[in-house]
DNA sequence: GCCGTTATACCGGATTTCAGGTATTTAACA
DNA sequence: TGTTAAATACCTGAAATCCGGTATAACGGC
């Protein structure tokens, strides 16, 4: 017997997969949470919980950085990431943090289970269409799908003030740096993502996941 | 008893949303439909259906078009669009463009019951909790609630192009127009916003709906 | 026919960004 | 301990943006 949890606030979408596995004798869902919170307390009530379905659009914690702390807390569990959106950067993002899965919620009972046991038997599972689509982005971003570019933590950090439209001068004063020095990180970061100006960078950027 | 129609391409929505209205008599399910094409086709079927819960995040259209498109096809209609992210930007779009209500996935059975009884009293209803977040987005942006700055065609055109990353000379050449004239729709939209540059335009133009 | 709005175009000047560099210090790491 | 990557800072010059104007033709509504 496999034990599941569900962290999902959406009561249709934890309710859906319920009724989806209920069929499926070797499968329990032991447990199901609303929040990050919550699913961590349930986590520790159930140590010997296999596979989790983690909802990445929770509403109190981001769901990336909680797939990232499960995984620290619990090593050996599978992780299966649920959203709604199918795009390059959260889908890199969630297995660069430790994600086994990743699902789009508008799946079929078929691949749902597919997942699961995939994901037991040491694979990484993407939702159908997801290499696709990836592929697909960095094509549109002209990069080379076998090196996306990282940015430094420095870099995304001037990234994030230039997202809240902040100049390079007002950067420099925030972070007590010499203008010259926000213009570089800028300059190579533009140079990274390959594109001419801030705009794009910063939609280059998100589409990837670098941002946020 | 009342014909409802449900387009979502989420099957665990669908049978969420039905489960949840089984036991209520006078509400009748009389189809659903997982793309915008085949929700027409469906629509064109049961002239007698009164209500319909539109999901914004199709696969095939983009739900604010199939929303307007549908407004125009049944003036009478009433459409209550779902989404699972509250913004903004989408809510205030979605209301231009003729949605009679606004409901977040994460709803309980009873919000979704109340909002289907004010719709067909004629009222609007939007989500619980959407109000105060347009309303505290807004301030954010340091912009009137009364008075939601609206940008003209050609600003919109503009305004997309730059979001593609495109300057102001190239937008020039692209629209057979004048640098200076690109240049002036360009301040009077930093200045209809209340920004100062123009990543944080294309931002504030995203929350705000102009966009897409 | 008048009035407001939109779209168009231009000016001047200050500021910022973009694109090539170079260079030093710090941190990480094998 | 040497090597590499990251972070820092500066230079120059071209290009673009930002901000204050002004102005005119076109269009639509009342």
Chains 1, 2 share one sequence.
Do not use: F
Not at 163 to 192: C, F, P, V, Y
């Amino acid at each position: 017997m496999i034990k599941l949890i569900i962290i999902d606030d959406h009561p249709l979408v934890a309710d859906g997969i319920a009724t989806m596995l209920k069929d499926e004798s070797y499968l329990q869902i032991v447990a199901s949470a609303k929040t990050g919170r919550q699913g961590l307390a349930i986590l520790s009530e159930y140590p010997d919980c296999e596979v989790i379905l983690l909802d990445i659009n929770l509403p109190d914690t981001d769901g990336l950085q909680l797939c990232e702390q499960i995984r620290q807390l619990y090593p050996n569990l599978k992780i299966i990431g649920l959203t709604s959106v199918n795009e390059a950067g959260i889908i890199s993002q969630m297995i660069r943090r430790g994600a086994n899965g990743y699902l789009l919620k508008d799946m079929e009972k078929e691949e749902l289970l597919h997942a699961i046991n995939r994901v037991l038997d040491g694979h990484v599972y993407l939702s159908k269409g997801a290499n696709e689509k990836i592929l697909q982005q960095l094509r549109e971003l002209d990069i080379n799908p076998h090196q996306v570019p990282m940015l430094t933590r420095r870099e995304k950090e001037i990234l994030s003030l230039l997202d809240q439209g902040l100049s390079s001068q007002e950067i420099a004063s925030r972070l007590s740096l010499s203008i010259h020095t926000i213009d570089t990180h800028r300059k190579n970061m533009l140079q990274k993502l390959n594109v001419h100006n801030t705009p794009a960078l910063l939609k280059a950027a998100g589409k990837l996941g670098l941002l946020g």
